[in-house]
């Protein structure tokens, strides 16, 4: 047994001796579960301030503490399928994460390029969000906002907001430790362990703490077909919590909260694979070095032979090597909380630090030894927010603040390591373009020599700097207008230092251009060297630049009674400019992109009915983005540039019920229609003669026009439904709750490719359990009950760019069913 599950057992253990055995409920069940009266309220911070979610004006989903816990949400997936207008996508490893919101989201393979939706945690803002939300434990509530929310969360918010919001130290002992053991059907079945533990309550009057632990261990879902390599996608991972907090006054509190979340010994980040073969073409790309031809011809020199599976939707691979995965995060903030008079006074400084490492010799999963991949990742902030907000209910209810982040990041460790590591047999591989003999001859420019290595050095740091406010004018009981404002300044520096450690060749191999090393893969696409006098690209820059945005909100609401309030927002959001420093090839010119605004229109109508046993949500709304920052796979390097009109239509609608006779319900449907209204760089697919599909439309610059198509990762319609059941029974409380989520097709892959359109598909997840007089509670559940097979992300395999006839999919999770076992003191 590991240190982390003693000191989860330990925490639990001590738990039960302060309680002297007394079983305290931790988790009471809201009168809505019961279904024998009106429907509990839920309050909300959306607006920095606490209100009633029925209230706010805002187009809000609030996932609560015992509904996530009925509904057996323990990730961000899990509340993506609950919240019809929030996807989550993960690509290479979970650190590799993105989350887009009614359509508009960003891609989660460039870790400099700045999400669209703005993740927090207790107010603190997260630049890496795969590292820090892997597990959802002890929370009181998740709260998606929809659509832009610059004026009040800043940059990175143009489509939304994911608040994540913690149970604090509680001021008597409460405790709880949970064990849940399932099974996973993949390529392989694969048992999967989660511990988690908690303790909270008071250590003098005025202090008091909480502590979390939750660790969870999963087998590999992938089943390596290569003998003797180890299978791939499992999982190790804990996150640590702890939180204590003061009271320093009667009117002021103040809390410390620090956490680590870690990835290791993990093998995780592996993608299905096919070869793509068109008609008339069996394998073969356009340069006669298909993967297919590549198995074929090279493999018995390297002892190994094709893959027998070429089923890209049984997580069945044949890799030399699993992907390796590993990381950190850690946070660290303080929180005052003061009375100035009848005003509030709030005080959030934050500290976080990250790490990543992702290893992998076979990138391609070809088998043969052609490339390793070894990507290192690292960066933090540091945040200070200062806001003073007046009382709730007064006829002017308004708030200000100061907030201010440095972040900086770093990738290539310092290039000290290289990212890329050419193995031996890239020597009989030509290089894409290259006038080369065919096959089986030795090619004259290949993509490298074994010892051939890549090095990256990139760096970026940012200074933002805003001040913003809101104020609320209740002219009556029934109309209240608000306006927001917030100025900004950001100034980002970054630079990129690509370069290439070319090893000698027996016999010697003709110099490339300037005379100065082999032309190969790396020096001519992913690493290149830039010398002085010589006309090679100059891919090496440093960049620096400020800007200012300003960004408004207004809104009006009018209660037609106690019940029923109506809404109508306009609004302009703002994201600041960036830079590409990956790798890659692409011109200093190409490198930097440019401020993204935003203008969005909605209104809505929240309602309560049946004396609160029903209350309904629904919006409509326009958002038009300009110079809409896209993300796009582009020759071998990934690259952000500006689509320069993109417009976002759609309605959404929700409703919670109390049914009676024990029953509750839950629903909600979004439809989308995101689109590129004018955006003529887009990226290109590969098209061969005889495929089933139109060739794309080329510019000369070797982009294509996008103009009218459809956003990726934005299908038109998701909904969710949720129906809860509940009995009171002699020895105690028997539940059962079912879940369905469905959504239209979707294109998978930045470049739409017609490969990439993901059909409709629905999850449905299912659980049912009883929870004991004595606080014992037992449930067994089932995830993917229907065993839905279903891509996030897809596209090709990159290496050897557009051309490559081999298709990877990142699936969703496969079907999983366990048991539950959670005791509270």
């Not at 988790?27 to 019961?34: F, I, L, N, R, S």
């Not at 708030?399 to 972040?407: I, P």
Request: hydrophobic share 35%; glycine share 10%.
């Amino acid at each position: 047994m590991t240190l982390r599950h003693n000191c989860l057992l330990a925490c639990a253990s001590l738990g039960a001796l302060l309680s002297g055995g007394a079983a305290i409920a931790a988790d009471a069940t809201p009168a809505a579960d019961k279904s024998s009266g009106p429907i509990a309220e839920v309050v909300v911070t959306a607006q920095k301030r606490e209100q009633s979610l029925q209230k706010v004006p805002v187009s809000v989903t609030a996932l609560t503490a015992s509904t996530l816990t009925q509904a057996g949400v323990v990730d961000m997936q899990g509340v993506s399928n609950m919240v019809p207008a929030m996807t989550a996508q993960e690509s290479n490893g979970p650190q590799a994460q993105s989350y887009h919101i009614r359509g508009i989201g960003s891609s989660p393979d460039i870790p400099t390029f700045e999400p669209d939706v703005a993740l927090f945690i207790d107010g603190v803002y997260l630049p890496r969000s795969g590292l820090s939300v892997d597990d959802l434990a002890d929370l009181a509530r998740v709260e998606v906002l929809e659509g832009p929310q610059s004026t009040l969360y800043g940059k990175n918010a143009t489509a939304g907001v994911i608040n994540i919001v913690t149970k604090g130290p509680s001021r008597r002992f409460e405790a709880r430790v949970e064990g849940t053991v399932s099974n996973l059907e993949g390529g392989r079945n694969a048992s999967a362990y989660r511990l988690l533990g908690t303790i909270s309550g008071p250590i003098s009057d005025r202090l008091r703490a909480r502590l979390s632990v939750v660790t969870y261990d999963q087998d590999p879902t992938f089943k390596n077909l290569v003998p003797g390599v180890g299978d791939a996608n499992n999982m190790h991972r804990y996150s640590v919590r702890g939180e204590v907090e003061a009271d320093l006054s009667a009117d002021t509190t103040f809390r410390v909260d620090a956490s680590r979340s870690e990835i290791y010994h993990t093998r995780a980040g592996d993608s299905d694979v096919m070869y793509y073969a068109y008609p008339g073409q069996p394998g073969a790309g356009p340069l006669g070095n298909s993967l297919l031809t590549l198995d074929t011809l090279l493999g018995p020199g390297f002892h190994t032979s094709p893959c027998a599976n070429n089923n890209i939707n049984d997580r069945k691979i044949c890799t030399s090597s699993p992907y390796q995965t590993s990381g950190y995060s850690n946070v660290l903030s303080g929180t005052l909380n003061s009375k100035l008079g009848r005003n509030s006074f709030t005080s959030i400084t934050a500290l976080t630090d990250y790490k990543s490492h992702v290893y992998n010799p076979d990138i391609a999963q070809l088998i043969i030894p052609v490339f390793a991949y070894n990507d290192i990742m690292k960066g933090g902030t540091f945040s200070q927010e200062f806001r003073l907000t007046s009382p709730t209910g007064d006829k002017l209810e308004w708030l200000a603040g100061l907030y201010y982040q440095h972040t900086n990041f770093g990738r290539g460790d310092d290039g000290k390591t290289p990212m890329f590591i050419v193995e031996p047999a890239s020597a009989f591989i030509p290089l894409p373009g290259a006038p080369n003999p065919p096959f089986p001859n030795p090619p004259v420019f290949v993509l490298g020599q074994p010892g051939d290595l890549g090095y990256v050095n990139s760096k970026s740091r940012s200074n933002y700097s805003a001040a913003f406010g809101q104020a609320t004018y209740h002219f009556n009981d029934a109309f209240a207008l608000s306006l927001g404002a917030r100025i900004q300044h950001e100034e980002k520096h970054a630079s990129v230092l690509n370069s290439s450690s070319i090893s000698p060749t027996t016999p010697a191999i003709p110099l490339g251009p300037c005379g100065a090393f082999p032309l190969n893969l790396l020096t001519a696409s992913l690493t290149p060297t830039a010398l002085p006098g010589c006309p090679l690209v100059p891919v090496n820059a440093n960049f620096s630049h400020g800007t200012d945005l300003f960004t408004w909100n207004a809104t009006g609401e009018y209660h037609l009674d106690n019940v029923t309030m109506l809404y109508l927002t306009v609004s302009r959001g703002a994201k600041a400019f960036g830079y590409n420093i990956g790798f890659g090839n692409a011109l200093p010119s190409q490198r930097p992109f440019k401020d993204e605004y935003v203008y969005n229109y909605e209104a809505g109508v929240k309602t309560s009915l049946f004396d609160g046993r029903a209350r309904l949500a629904a919006s409509v709304f326009r958002a038009n983005y300009h110079n809409f920052q896209n993300a796009s796979f582009v020759g071998l390097q990934f690259l952000v540039n500006n689509a320069k009109e993109v417009s976002v239509t759609g309605a959404e609608a929700s409703g919670t019920f109390a049914l009676g006779h024990g029953f509750t319900a839950n629903a909600a449907a979004t439809y989308v229609d995101a689109s590129y209204d004018t955006y003529t760089d887009g990226a290109c697919y590969w098209w061969a003669p005889g495929a089933p599909f139109a060739p794309p439309t080329v510019n000369p610059s070797g982009t294509c026009n996008l103009s009218g198509k459809t956003l990726p990762q934005a299908p038109h319609w998701r909904t969710s439904f949720g129906l809860q059941y509940q009995r009171n029974l002699s020895l105690g409380d028997f539940y059962s709750r079912a879940d369905w989520s469905w959504q239209s097709s979707q294109y998978t892959s930045g470049n739409l490719d017609p490969r990439s359109l993901e059909a409709a598909y629905s999850v449905v997840n299912l659980r049912a359990g009883l929870k004991l007089d004595n606080g014992l509670d037992v449930s067994v559940f089932g995830n993917n009950v229907f065993n839905q097979t279903y891509a996030t992300i897809s596209g090709v395999t990159n290496l050897f760019g557009p051309s490559d006839p081999a298709w990877q999919k990142f699936l969703g999770a496969p079907r999983e069913y366990g048991v539950t076992l959670r005791k509270s003191f």
